[in-house]
Antibody, heavy 116, light 109 residues
Framework: QVQLQESGPGLVKPSETLSLTCTVS????????WNWIRQSPGKGLEWIGYIYDSGNTNYNPSLRSRVTISLATSKNQFSLNLSSVTVADTAVYYC??????????WGQGTLVTVSS | QAVVTQEPSLTVSPGGTVTLTCASS?????????AYWFQQKPGQAPRTLIYETNNKHSWTPARMSGSLIGGKAALTLSGAQLEDEADYYC?????????FGGGTKLTVL
């Protein structure tokens, strides 16, 4: 069964770039969407965007100007960069795999705090 | 961007039945929205219960089912148990772009 694990700094300064990596193991399925989702403390889930196996991306319009998702297939990893962060970007960040006919598989999540 | 609306909170008695709904601001929810339902308990990551409207994950209890009712996506719990107390989120796909509902806090009391 596929497993996903987020990694990256837990603390980022305002105006800097948040960078996270998701490492995927035991995935034997192609034509899937690799997603990033976040959850601010005490709030609901917010979709950030995805990258497809082909490299095509789709981002939440509210974050599009600051988000880049990239894929490193040779390392079984995909990454999130979120630029110009503010305290409003403090959240638990989840990576997730989705695809047609598949349930969404989630990582455990990683808390990123934006603070000086 | 579309807005997806869920009941903020619901209460069900143990053994009772409750239906959570998921509405789209753009109109009726259809199979083309590939509705998903997730359960999240405090301090845990969400886990998938239902995908593509009515397909169950291997760990989804038989008492939970997904459907389309009255132009909305729906998650029905029949025979609620104390362990079902959690936050439930729906997700709709709009030509590939995902939008989550605000979540329903389900109390079993």
């Amino acid at each position: 069964q596929v497993q996903l694990q987020e990694s990256g700094p837990g603390l980022v300064k305002p105006s800097e770039t948040l960078s996270l990596t998701c490492t995927v193991s035991h995935n034997s399925i192609s034509r899937v969407y690799w997603n990033w989702i976040r959850q601010s403390p005490g709030k609901g889930l917010e979709w950030i965007g995805y990258i497809y196996d082909s490299g095509n991306t789709n981002y939440n319009p509210s974050l599009r100007s600051r988000v880049t998702i990239s894929l490193a297939t040779s390392k079984n990893q995909f990454s999130l960069n979120l630029s110009s962060v503010t305290v409003a970007d403090t959240a638990v960040y989840y990576c997730a795999r989705a695809g047609v006919g598949l349930p969404v598989a989630w990582g455990q999540g990683t808390l990123v705090t934006v603070s000086s | 961007q579309a807005v997806v609306t869920q009941e903020p909170s619901l209460t069900v008695s143990p053994g009772g039945t409750v239906t959570l709904t998921c509405a789209s601001s753009t109109g009726a929810v259809t199979s083309g929205h590939f509705a998903y339902w997730f359960q999240q308990k405090p301090g845990q990551a969400p886990r998938t219960l239902i995908y593509e409207t009515n397909n169950k994950h291997s760990w989804t209890p038989a008492r939970m089912s997904g459907s389309l009712i009255g132009g909305k996506a729906a998650l029905t719990l029949s025979g609620a148990q104390l362990e079902d107390e959690a936050d439930y989120y729906c997700l709709l796909s709009y030509s590939g772009a995902w939008v989550f509902g605000g979540g329903t806090k389900l109390t079993v009391l």
